[in-house]
């Protein structure tokens, strides 16, 4: 047998081996993602928060990508990507342990705080991960690669409500009018049980991410020949923006998870809507909830086999025509009709994030530290696009504030369809 043949044999195993390990790490931060969602309606019992103030912990989490990408660029410049990788992995772990502390003294601040170093960690992953992943082979099946690895972030993002519901949300929280009928001695100590209840999950996240990073730093994962051999320049993001893909790419993302987090967030609200979910109440339309999630999942999966199949910005641009279609049945549509449109979206949100991405750094060679840095900043969507979305609920109503979203998903299909092509 020749030679070559045997080595290059030996260099595709071992990048299937690596793509399974770094998998790993997209699991868990869909999962830590995700627990967002439990720890919101938790802690704002536990502290009698306003929902402003309870949207805070969104806030916290995803300013930290806008103001941490930057650094978290560097860093992974800097280091490499399995080190930056590590790296990503023990910030983690120690906003995770920082909620010991915080539940101790009950201080809500203190939850943001740690909040804020959690999604630190998670920021570096992203940076480090989503591009090493799209690199780990031909580019030709980058989008397939990074879809397969975001298939188990949905699988996080399904499991972390069953895990929180179970160890943080076990007992039915109290409302505010019974807190006020309490005596104020036993109302406090309500809180304060309520606030150290999330020690021990935390703990032993905090655990799960330490060991992970120590089986990273333990395994070899190959370098990315072209990449990281390659000096770091200076000005490198002005020389990525340079190329019009990866600016596009970057209000793609902006717009993408803007629109995701939107409709997610108005999910349960909608589905209990007289008209909609015809007398559905708030905790069975979590149900639907589940089965968007689980519907990101399938289609992640069969993306992964799709985007060998089918050009990645064709398949993008259908799929962007498809949820356009399902928004506009949901906001005039009713009942049954406007119910399943809406969960169905999930299906066809599947592919969009990591395929945007591998699109967005094709090509940019040793800069693409720096457009995975800018494309992870414009996660910063998912705080501002809501925003705007109950602006118009308030004015306009929940079902026409779905406009915005629609009008995202037609940025999306722009950018597959022209601002995806390389120069």
């Known amino acids: 047998m020749d030679t070559s043949t045997v080595v290059r044999g030996q260099h595709v195993q071992s990048n299937r081996v690596a793509l399974a390990v770094v998998t790993a790490i997209f699991f868990m931060w869909g999962f830590i993602t995700c627990l967002n969602d ?10 009698s928060l306003t929902w402003v103030q309870a949207m805070l912990i969104q806030f916290t989490f995803f300013g930290a990508y806008f103001l941490m990408s930057l650094p978290a660029g560097r860093l992974v410049a ?8 590590v790296a990503g992995l023990a910030i983690a772990g120690v906003g995770a342990l920082l909620f010991w502390p915080a539940a101790h003294l009950h201080v809500y601040g203190l939850f943001l705080g740690a909040l804020f170093v959690l999604a630190t960690g998670v920021t570096v992953l992203q940076v480090a991960a989503n591009p090493y992943v799209a690199l780990l082979g031909p580019e030709q099946t980058s989008s397939s690669r990074l879809t397969l690895a975001q298939s188990m972030n949905s699988l996080g993002t399904t499991l972390a409500p069953l895990f929180g519901g179970l160890l943080i949300l076990s007992a039915q929280p109290r409302s505010a009018e019974e807190l006020a009928a309490l005596p104020q001695a036993e109302a406090l100590a ?11 999950p935390y703990f032993g996240l905090a655990v799960t991410l330490f060991v992970l990073a120590v089986a990273i730093w333990m395994f070899r994962l190959p370098a990315i020949a072209g990449v990281e051999d390659q000096p770091t320049r200076p000005g490198g993001l002005k020389d990525a923006l340079r190329h019009p893909h990866l600016r596009y790419g970057v209000l793609a993302i902006f717009f993408y998870v803007g629109a995701e987090v939107s409709i997610g967030s108005v999910l349960v609200n909608f589905l209990s809507m007289p008209g909609i979910g015809e007398g559905m109440t708030e905790q069975q339309a979590t149900f639907y909830v589940s089965l968007y999630w689980g519907g990101a999942l399938v289609g992640r999966l069969l993306g992964t086999w799709l985007l060998v199949q089918v050009d990645p910005r064709r398949l993008l641009g259908w799929f962007a025509i498809i949820v356009m279609g399902m928004l506009a049945v949901t906001m005039l549509g009713t009942g049954g009709l406007a119910k399943w449109s809406v969960v169905s979206i999930g299906l066809f949100n ?16 040793p800069l693409t530290g720096q457009g995975s840095s800018l494309l992870v900043m414009a996660i910063v969507g998912g705080a501002v696009i809501p925003l705007a979305m109950g602006w118009l609920a ?12 629609l009008l995202c998903y037609g940025y999306i299909l722009h950018y597959a369809w022209r601002g995806a092509r390389r120069a």
């Open 350 to 365: 599947s592919i969009m994030f990591p395929t945007i991405f591998a699109l967005a750094i094709a090509g940019l060679g």
């Open 38 to 47: 439990i720890l919101i309606p938790h802690l704002k019992a536990a502290f």
């Open 190 to 200: 309500y809180r304060v049980a309520e606030a150290q209840s999330v020690q021990l």
């Open 78 to 85: 800097a280091v490499g990507y399995k080190r930056g990788i």
């Open 394 to 405: 308030d004015h306009y109503g929940l079902q026409g504030s779905f406009l915005l979203p």
